[in-house]
């Protein structure tokens, strides 16, 4: 008989920077969810990552629990899947330190995110913003996954992580395991409303920023005031940055090919276009909105789901942690 075939094992975050945008829907979650079916999958709210920007105590621990309930209202289900917050499981900041050492400060200096960020927030460059890559290489080899699903602005970390595994391995013998990226070939980028130039972001100062806990109203009436151009043809066409966007939006919700929404909007001007897209995406939202209210009101079991998250995550580390200290020659604590 033949011998079933072991699940791939996957891993993501998000950090609790902010409510969870459309983009980080339609980007990220909306997959995640799906991938729940056929990976054993690890999700975490990545806690450790979103302190590299200054964060207000208060605030990020609201947050930090917003977003671990939002995710689960999305749809990530803790029977399927490990689900977590990073700084509940010390063997990522452990880890952390020991690839801290086996990275190359030229390495780190060529990352675009660490010099968008620095010139994003130049009163606060600190050595976390600087090394957060590494944070995220031991992220990822902890738990030895198959495949890493990232945005394609997240592909130059992966390749420092397999950087990383190759000197490491080579320094000490194998010890990790080299980790692949999986950038799904259906991920939409979503650009901000009013900018279609740049992306929807969580932290951004954007009024136009679609949350997903947006009412309907909310989120019709920021379409309807979407930036677009002076032309009144729905079409997917080199310039028209804001109706791609929308289009890109309406058709990673409905399914719609570009073509059947140009023929869909023929003649009838953007207005129609821009109130069908807040109505689809509205539509989509709705569910997700009452999961978060309703688990928002069960706080003891959001504190035994992520209890229970970090102690199987903890398990799968503990064990890529404790052989890469022996590798390197540390005396293993005494149990
Ligand atoms: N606009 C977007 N379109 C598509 N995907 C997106 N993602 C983020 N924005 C878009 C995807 O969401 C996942 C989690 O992202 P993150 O929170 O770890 O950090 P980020 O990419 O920096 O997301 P934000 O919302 O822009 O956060 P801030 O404002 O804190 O920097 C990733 O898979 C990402 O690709």
């Known amino acids: 008989m033949e011998k079933p075939q072991r699940k791939k094992r996957i891993l993501s975050g998000i950090q609790p920077t902010g409510i969870f945008t459309l983009g980080n829907y339609l980007g990220a979650i909306r997959n995640w969810k799906q991938m729940q079916e056929d990976y054993n999958c690890i999700f975490f709210i990545a806690d450790m990552h979103a302190v590299t920007i200054r964060q207000d105590p208060a605030s990020f621990k609201k947050q930090t629990l917003e977003c671990f309930a939002l995710l689960l209202a999305c749809g990530i289900d803790p029977e399927k899947s490990i689900v977590f917050i990073q700084s509940h499981v010390p063997s990522h900041s452990q880890l952390t330190w020991l690839l801290n050492c086996n990275t190359q400060f030229g390495e780190l200096s060529r990352m675009t995110q660490f010099k968008d960020k620095s010139s994003r927030h130049s009163d606060n460059i600190n050595a976390g913003l600087f090394s957060y890559p590494v944070l995220m290489a031991a992220d990822i080899l902890i738990y030895s996954p198959d495949l890493v699903p990232v945005g394609n602005d997240q592909k130059q970390h992966i390749e420092l992580t397999r950087d990383i595994v190759n000197r490491f391995n080579n320094a000490y ?32 100062d954007d009024n136009l920023c679609i949350d997903i806990l947006d009412t309907p109203a909310q989120i019709i009436k920021k379409f309807r005031r979407a930036v677009t151009d002076s032309d009144s043809l729905v079409a997917y066409r080199e310039g028209k940055d804001g109706i791609n966007n929308l289009m890109s939006i309406y058709s ?4 719609k090919s570009f073509e059947e929404i140009e023929s869909e909007f023929d003649g009838r001007g953007y207005g129609d276009f821009k109130t069908a897209v807040g109505e689809a995406v509205a539509e989509e939202l709705a569910p997700i909105r009452e999961n978060y209210d309703r688990l928002m009101n069960d706080r003891s079991y959001l504190k035994a789901v992520y209890a229970d998250g970090a102690k199987k995550a903890a398990t799968i580390s503990s064990r890529v942690l404790e052989k890469a200290y022996k590798r390197m020659g540390f005396i293993p604590p005494e149990k």
Not at 252 to 255: F, K, R
Request: proline share 8%; net charge positive.
């Open 173 to 204: 013998g194998k010890t990790f395991t080299m980790p692949d990226a999986y950038i799904p070939k259906l991920t939409a980028r979503v650009m901000s409303l009013s900018d279609p130039t740049k992306k929807m972001s969580k932290s951004a």
């Open 252 to 255: 990673s919700i409905t399914g």
